[in-house]
């Protein structure tokens, strides 16, 4: 089985700009999770979707947002861009959204505000 | 206090010897746990999964549960140079409108030759 896949890698936006992330999950899962990676805050949840519904949010300004499409496809959005939104942008799907789901990640968008 | 705490390392190990890596966590309430490996300029990797208090092992990795300590570690035997790279704690809450995964800031392992 293909693995998740994320588009584009790498990414250099301005201060101001929006971006849109995307993120294909394995075959059959229903469940995309989002994550922002950055070497002082480590890991930090996003959000959740799963069958084209937002589960869970984290603690983030509204200018993070994200979609699920029928295909379980998911793009995450970031308006009004600020330096501080440098990072890598991790995506993860899992089968189902449940207590014991395993969540397999992609490798990732790095996203660079100048 | 975080929600999952790990010690960030570096811990520095000798080819051969045995890595003990260990997490806590806060909330009692925690169902599922997680070890992802992380090389640099990569996204993480799982590495094990538990749900059961007690020990959980997958070839030269073992995981420990304990509930009542809300503790979680993680042993690798007989240790490689390729084990170097950062070790991720991660823990399940889930129920009603709380479903995520949250990570602690994790660990950095040095195996050295």
């Known amino acids: 089985k293909a693995g998740v896949t994320q588009t584009p890698r790498y990414l250099i936006k301005t201060r101001g700009q929006q971006v849109t992330l995307s993120c294909s999950p394995i075959s059959g899962h229903r469940s995309v999770s989002w994550y922002q990676q950055t070497p002082g805050q480590g890991l930090q949840f996003l959000f959740e979707y799963f069958s084209e519904t937002q589960r869970n949010k984290g603690n983030f300004p509204g200018r993070f947002s994200g979609r699920q499409f029928s295909n379980s496809r998911s793009e995450m959005n970031v308006s009004t861009l600020e330096l501080g939104d440098s990072a890598l942008y991790l995506c993860?799907?899992?089968?189902?959204?449940?207590?014991?789901?395993?969540?397999?990640f992609g490798p990732g968008t790095r996203l660079t505000v100048l | 206090q975080k929600e999952v705490e790990q010690n960030s390392g570096p811990l520095s190990v000798p080819e051969g010897a045995i890595a003990s890596l260990n997490c806590t966590y806060s909330d009692r309430g925690s169902q599922s746990f997680f070890w992802y490996r992380q090389y640099s300029g990569k996204s993480p990797e799982l590495i094990m999964s538990?749900?059961?208090?007690g020990d959980k092992e997958d070839g030269r990795f073992t995981a420990q549960l304990n509930k009542a300590s809300q503790y979680v570690s993680l042993l690798i035997r007989d240790s490689q140079p390729s084990d170097s790279a950062t070790y991720l704690c991660a823990v399940g809450l889930y129920g009603g409108a709380t479903n995520k995964l949250i990570f602690g800031t994790g660990t950095l392992l040095a195996v050295q030759p």
């Open positions: 538990i749900y059961s208090n």
């Open positions: 993860a799907s899992g089968f189902i959204a449940g207590r014991t789901d395993t969540q397999y």
